[in-house]
């Protein structure tokens, strides 16, 4: 796993799972499937790009950003709306225990933040 403040996750959201699959798939060789260590979440999947991980949400918005494996989310969060930054949604705990917040830079750019289970 990266090190803390590190680049560690990414995330692409999508109305249409079937195509983003197909297309990041035939682009680049990635295979995405359900992993219930990561997600219980049956529209959660993972991505595994051969070389680092991330999951394909289904939902009604498309988007797609990184995340940073940060110590405390709830300090970092902090420090980002100490920054000039906004926090988008609240530091909350996903059903196999991963803490996470997504949050605004300065300019409106979307990124997450987590911790892995304890």
Not at 42 to 69: H, K, M, N, Q, W
Not at 70 to 86: F, H, I, K, L
Not at 99 to 106: E, G, I, Q, S, Y
């Amino acid at each position: 796993m990266p090190g803390f403040n590190d680049v560690a996750w990414f995330e692409i959201g999508t109305a249409d799972p079937a195509a983003a699959e197909r297309f990041y798939g035939e682009v680049f060789g990635w295979k995405i499937a359900q992993d219930s260590s990561a997600s219980t979440d049956p529209a959660y999947r993972v991505i595994d790009t051969g070389g680092s991980r991330g999951g394909l949400s289904t939902g009604t918005e498309d988007y797609a950003i990184f995340t940073v494996l940060v110590e405390d989310v709830d300090a970092t969060c902090r420090q980002v709306e100490q920054a000039g930054g906004r926090v988008q949604r609240p530091p909350s705990v996903n059903p196999v225990g991963v803490t996470f917040a997504h949050v605004l830079d300065p300019a409106g750019n979307h990124f997450s933040v987590f911790t892995p289970p304890k």
